[in-house]
């Protein structure tokens, strides 16, 4: 019996080893081509729909001109200019600097008919928070790579000038908040430490948002939550709106406070209501700092590895500069540093279908009864959908045989800032044929074809949720985008009439009702002279609602 174990112990291991080569032979095949397949394929790639350089009109900006725009606007503007992370509301910054798109156009008589190269332009943000009328500028800079003009745009673009306060919160901003509120705790110490056990760190924050419904509010609802890994679904109950209109940061101050269904003027307000057993008080469990339910560490270890994608004879497709052709498509890409992934010029069989495709913005609308959650409209370009795209894991975001890429990107930061593999492209068979039929009516025959498709994907992580952004080229002439949200949740405080507004996720955690809607822009060129349009139809009814009880505005 134990020389028939050890003989099965053997040929297993034999089989094991055997596999292993295979394996690595098959990727070691794959990414070491031969230099004149290789030729032979860049080759081809061009032949079929590449144009050698025409898709730099629509590249992102590179590290090195976006550093030539900011030494630009900092010697020319001709006001003193604050770094964004040390900027304070009254203080004059740049906030971003990213690629201004030539007019289509110019763009199409360059493409089409060998016109002039448009101009190359990056598009600067500034926040003039140091001057009589504090706005918001935006500059058309210009040309690059060695900046010798900016003209503002602002009114031409926007009817009008800018209000300082439709500015986005910068991270300095939020860092104040953070002070404030850090201040604010310790006058309230016998209900912070009774109930949260508090000492100074064990809380993390997340802000509702907008800040306020009318013209001029900057008044942000901050939620509490156990500060453990994945704490978007481990709230406390306590939640606290902050005034932020002022420029000047010492004028800041705490507006409201509520806890488990009930509101008080200040911390001041709730402790005495507490030491006077006037407080409901429902003390959640402390949570371990792996998160426990919220943690990402694998339940169940893998038995087996998984099936792995293979590339006989390396990627059908090619990448040149922004550009990529494959099979019969060829398009250009980039990365709005605000919006998001976009593709340009998306050709088919050398014909043009889609002048423009591209994210425009992700917007989640929360319900709850609790303040911050119930009045949360978040449009994600303002937490900028393209810098905060991450770096892709190999084996897990994309197949690892996939080509992966950096994206560079100046937002509320000092210099640009690089996201290291952030946007993959590989080819997947669909697991679905494009075709097939089996015919029984005379002889028997069958055909079929593989539907194998490019993907090129990125994703973003908007503070809890994930949005994989995926454009998909099909062998037939369609073009399709999917995007998928994973991550987490953002829950709410489970109390009183919690369950009118979405699940029970915990003993105190609501899961709340919320809606995901996702915007693109998608500009078609399909034959020559023929103008598309598309129409959209909403339906539906419209109720109103009254809001809990409060001592004072939203």
Known sequence: MLKMNMKLVCALLAACTAMALILGWMFRTGREKPPVCESQHQDRCLQNGGQDGHSLVFADLTPGEMIQVKRYLWDNLGVPLVEPPQAEPSDNCLYSIDLHLPPKAEVLEFLDHQGRKPTRQALAVVYF???????????????????????????????????????????SELKEIDTLLSKAFPKAPNFMLRVFDYNGTNLARHPGLPPG????DRKIWMGHFQNVSGFYVHPVGLEVQVDARSLNVSEWEVLNVFYNGQYFRDMEELEREFNEGRVRVAKVKEAPLDGGYSSLKPRVPPEWPGPLRYEPRGPRYCIRDNQVTFMSWSFAFGMEVSRGPRIFDVRFQGERIVYEL????????????????????????????????????QGTDCPYLATYLDGHYFLDSSQPVTRNNSICIFEQNAEIPVRRHYDRSGSEFYGGLVDSVLVFRSISTMINYDYVWDFVFHQNGAVGVWVYATGYILASFFFDNAADFGNRVQQLTLGPLHAHNIDYKVDLDVGAGVAVSLVLFLTGSLSQLVLPSLPCEL
């Open 129 to 171: 928070g140091n001057q009589e009328d504090p706005n918001v500028t935006e500059y058309v800079v210009g040309p690059l790579p060695k900046p010798t003009y900016h003209q503002d745009i602002t009114v031409q673009k926007y009817g009008g000038k800018l209000p300082y306060y439709r500015r986005f919160f910068l991270k």
């Open 213 to 216: 419904f009318k013209s001029g």
């Open 358 to 393: 591209s994210v425009q913005d992700a917007s989640a609308l929360y319900g709850s009864n609790s303040p911050m959650t119930m009045i949360i409209r978040y449009m994600d370009l303002s937490f900028a959908i393209g810098r905060e795209t991450t770096s892709l894991t």
